[in-house]
């Protein structure tokens, strides 16, 4: 069922290039709780026609993998999230996260996984003493990306300048996303002159991330992807309640404001951005 009204249909399809189909359970009970299938077709309906479904720990990367298996529409990243990696690390050592992230190479080859990620730096919920861990998993996960051509999706929370600094001292792969970009316009630069994506999501309709549109503002055209990371950062008019890709309508069109463009133009442009990112499907 619809839990908050859909918007009006986009004029030109788009693609949610980071979303997690599977969580919905733990935000939504019961009979509310939409399946997968409903939530596609959903986006459908206000033309959010295809999805990167994005699994970030072993089962969820599984059952990910599995999921984009009947779908046509829907492709997949898979990973070990930075929190995951630290508290596994922590719980029960590195020998376990090095055989998480094995499991995570073999999942990586199938030929519905287009990215390799989330994967990256979280220091927001990271204490110190797990710094090392997570880049320890983040630069497996960057050799992975490299290793089956596939594109790295990087999670960067309170981290800027250590994800850079592993990112270039240990050699990106062909194409990376920085998914939720969270940096500012300094930032944006530094990455658009690496040829990296940045991928926005509901927080650029916040009213307090001045910077985080000051970065929007200055990202090249063929580097822009949007998003949704459902079913978190819900975009105004909605913020709060759990967000879905058929509400990134509500991005896509503040997004085009913003950039003074109109919404059919930055449509198509996202479209074929996420095309080029993650290869046609």
Known sequence: MTLIEAPEPLAAPVID??????????????????????????AAQVGVTKVVQIGCDVEYARASVEMARSRPDVV???????????????????????????????LARDPVVRAVG??????FRTGEELHAAQQHAFRRHIDLARELDKTLVIHDRDSHEDVLAVL?????????????FSGDAAMAEHCAE????????????YK?????????????????????????LTPVPHRGKPNASYLMP?????MAEQRGVSEAELARTLYDNAQRAFGPW
Request: hydrophobic share 45%; aromatic share 6%.
């Open 250 to 254: 509500h991005t896509v069109r503040f």
């Open 118 to 123: 989330e994967t990256g730096l979280d220091y």
């Open 168 to 180: 270039e001292a240990h050699g990106a792969p062909e194409r990376v996303v920085f998914h939720c």
């Open 76 to 106: 997949v990243g898979v990973s070990v999230h930075p929190n995951d990696a630290a508290r596994i690390h922590q719980a029960e050592g590195a020998a376990a996260l090095d055989a998480a992230i094995d499991e995570i190479a073999i």
């Open 17 to 42: 290039t980071h979303t997690h189909l599977n969580l919905h359970d733990r935000y939504l009970h019961g009979d509310a709780a939409p399946d997968p299938d409903e939530l596609l077709a959903l």
């Open 208 to 232: 307090a991330n001045d910077e985080l549109r000051a970065a929007l503002a200055v990202v090249p055209d063929e580097l822009l992807l949007v998003e949704t990371d459902a079913p978190y």
């Open 194 to 205: 690496r040829g990296w994506y940045m991928s926005f999501a509901g927080p650029v309709t």
